[in-house]
């Protein structure tokens, strides 16, 4: 049964809507004002919200700026109600990611076709993803039905790359953007005395390149292959012309950008302040939410050296911490593979 979190001030209003979803067949949680239901969608974790706009406390664009700061709820799909229809609110409201809006006073068939539609097209998206599921996905899909360049398509050049070649380096000019196939590379920074930094392990439906491909400057990292792999090239001017001339487009690509800013920013807080175990934790669970395979919580190829290199400690001190882990009990250790045996705990590791 879907869930269904409805955020309205106005009491008779949220009810009427909650009693409409309720007899469609739909689980239904209620809240009286934006605080109340940011609580409420993070202790639930809905499949779609449903909010007014102007309510107190928090009105609706405080909701969803709120809620797409957290991964849990990042991405839920999110009908604005309004009794206004000012472009100007329309407008603010897509700029931070609303997927649809209805202006009130409205039925109760134009409802549920709304939630119909918004469920069903984020289930394809999830299909289409699998485990994987991301707005790169929601991207490509709009992508697709563009009128106007495809960017994922047959006629495009694929490329075959080997594990430890290098795709591009610090100072190239950027000619493309890449999209990944199969297999995965790592996005890195080199320093003045040798030391790298991963910044980034990109997979199957990844983007890498585009940042430099929309500043018009050149590379500030390099790119290696870490496994064989896949990449489709998609041409620097037809990548501009498909974010420029379609708004769809554009929007969708705004959410991969900001999910990649989250994720960055989670990465800077962890190498700042964590302690050393704490930061092989992180690393571990974060390649793990990226990579692990169905049933399996492994992490398949990635040698001491690159985790060292993803989890910004030295490669001594991360072995050492691995042996710790090991013996209590939170992983397994094998040729070529890292194996989560306490998921939970390396999540919150205390210290």
Do not use: W
Not at 162 to 168: A, F
Not at 256 to 279: D, F, G
């Amino acid at each position: 049964m879907k869930k269904i979190l409805v955020i309205e001030d106005n009491r008779e209003v949220r009810e009427n809507i909650a009693e409409i979803l309720e007899l469609s067949g739909y689980e239904v949680y209620q809240a009286g004002d934006g605080k109340a239901g940011v609580e409420m969608a993070m202790k639930e974790i809905p499949d779609l919200i449903i909010c007014d706009i102007m309510m107190p406390v928090l009105d609706g664009y405080g909701v969803l700026h709120l809620l797409s700061k957290h991964k849990e709820t990042y991405g839920v799909p999110f009908i604005f109600l309004t009794a206004k229809s000012e472009k100007a609110d329309f407008r603010k409201g897509m700029e931070l990611g609303a997927d649809d809006y209805m202006t009130k006073p409205f039925d109760g068939i134009e409802l549920l076709n709304a939630v119909e539609i918004r469920l069903k097209k984020t289930e394809s998206l999830r299909r289409t993803a699998g485990e994987n599921s991301d707005h790169v996905t929601e991207f490509i899909n709009s992508a697709r039905k563009s009128e106007n360049i495809q960017l994922i398509s047959d006629q495009r050049e694929v490329y075959d790359f080997r594990k430890k070649q290098i795709v591009y380096s610090e100072g190239q000019r950027p000619k493309a953007v890449y999209y990944i196939i199969s297999g995965k590379v790592k996005i890195y920074k080199a320093s003045k005395d040798g030391k790298d930094l991963i910044t980034g392990i990109s997979g199957p439906g990844d983007f890498f390149g585009y940042n430099h491909v929309l500043e018009h400057t050149n590379y500030t990292e390099n790119v290696q292959v870490l496994e064989d792999a896949q990449l489709m090239l998609i041409p620097r001017e037809d990548f501009i012309t498909l974010i420029t001339n379609d708004a769809q487009i554009a929007r969708q690509f705004i959410k991969i950008i900001t999910k990649n800013i989250l994720e960055k920013e989670e990465n800077l807080v962890n190498l700042a302040y964590n302690s050393l175990r704490r930061k092989v934790a992180y690393g571990l669970v974060q390649v793990l939410d990226k990579y692990k395979k169905e049933e399996k919580n492994e992490i398949l190829e990635l040698s001491r050296e690159n985790l060292a290199q993803v989890t910004g400690v030295a490669t001594e001190s991360l072995i050492r911490t691995l042996a710790d882990f090991k013996s209590e009990k939170l992983i397994n250790l094998e040729p070529g593979k890292i194996i989560i045996l306490n998921e939970e705990k390396l999540r919150d590791l205390p210290y």
